[in-house]
């Protein structure tokens, strides 16, 4: 029987394990199939405090395991697959293993959605990415693509006009699911321009890991073209990593946990940390804080029971 066990090996999870190390509660870290978060995706991180040369993305998220482990905590491979939050201790199912727990932090984070070209896939950390507040600032006077039609979209074009020499918005339709103020703002945006009806089939240049261009369809004319770009973001939306608590813990319609105040879920003895239950802000230093508020709130539960 494990005090705590924490989903997750981002941000969010690596500093709820650090805490709860810290507090004697030998933290058990399921790290899923994405080892270290969305940061093990990226290269240079330059906004998170502490680092004034920056950092690489993968060793911050490195980094921040070793130090729970320093303070004994445990991390597991494997992805939780099944749960029963129906009653106490909790039950998870690692992969065929059953684990059972006094409390768990969900850490699980939200998935960015890609277009899915194997090209894209291959340059992300390398000019694609999917955080204008994350990366916009690596492109000052460059040619910036963003792909999407939503509000995310928009607000990127919006941010990124103030770094690149010039904003291409693709969008695979001519209507928008934006909203009109959105959308008006970007219309209005000297530096923004759209390309509506148009798609894109690769981004080059894998062979140079660098991004240097896109081939776009325009599938009204079903014409083709190559076009010079140095920033690829998509902002098509995230996937909440919620899928395993359907039914148990309360979420959005969206799938993003819903909180019920500090790190709180529906379920007493639940906690939530990071991107899994932040819409909004989403970074690396929101979702640190968050794992160190659950970690906390885990704490307090705890020792309220006297354990
Ligand atoms: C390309 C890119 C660049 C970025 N750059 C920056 C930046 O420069 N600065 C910044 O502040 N932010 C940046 N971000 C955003 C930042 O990475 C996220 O906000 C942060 O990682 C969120 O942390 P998290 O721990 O909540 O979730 P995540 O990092 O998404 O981690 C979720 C964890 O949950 C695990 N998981 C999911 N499902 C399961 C399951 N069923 N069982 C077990 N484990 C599971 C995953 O394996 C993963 O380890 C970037 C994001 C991307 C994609």
């Known amino acids: 029987m494990r005090n705590v066990v924490i ?8 500093t ?40 690489n993305g993968p060793s911050l998220v490195e980094n921040m395991k070793l130090q729970a482990e320093k303070f004994g905590a445990d991390f597991m491979h494997g992805a939780v697959i099944d749960t029963d939050l129906s009653q106490r201790p909790f039950r998870l199912n690692v992969e065929g293993e059953w684990i059972e727990t006094r409390t768990l932090i969900v850490a699980s984070g939200a998935s960015a959605r890609w277009l899915g070209l194997e090209s894209e896939f ?15 600032f690596f492109y000052r006077g460059k040619k910036i693509m963003v792909i999407g039609g939503g509000d995310s979209a928009m607000e990127a074009a919006n941010f990124l006009s103030r770094f690149g020499s010039e904003v291409t918005l693709v969008h695979r339709r001519d209507e928008f699911r934006a909203s009109k103020i959105m959308l008006d703002r970007a219309r209005h945006n000297p530096k923004i321009k759209f390309l509506t009806n148009t798609v894109v089939e690769e981004v080059y240049d894998v062979s140079k890991k ?17 076009q010079e770009v140095d920033g690829y973001f998509v902002a098509i939306g995230h996937i909440p990593n919620t899928k395993v608590f359907k039914g148990q813990i309360e979420t959005d319609s969206d799938g993003y946990i819903l909180s019920k105040g500090g790190a709180r879920t529906n379920i007493a003895g639940v906690f939530h940390a ?9 970074q690396a230093i929101t979702a640190a804080g968050a794992g160190c508020k659950a970690a906390i709130e885990v704490e307090r539960f705890l020792e309220a029971e006297g354990h």
């Open 210 to 226: 660098l991004v240097t261009g896109v081939r776009l369809r325009n599938t009204k004319e079903d014409r083709v073209w190559d």
């Open 7 to 14: 989903i997750g090996s981002g941000c969010a999870g690596n």
């Open 16 to 55: 709820a394990a650090i805490y709860t190390a810290r507090a004697n509660l030998k933290p058990l870290v399921i790290s899923g199939h994405e080892v270290g978060g969305q940061l093990s995706l990226t290269t240079e991180v330059e906004n998170f405090p502490g680092f004034p040369e920056g950092i």
């Open 274 to 282: 990071g991107d899994v239950e932040d819409r909004i802000y989403r």
């Open 122 to 136: 291959k340059l992300i950390g390398h000019g694609v990415s999917s955080c204008a507040t994350c990366d916009g």
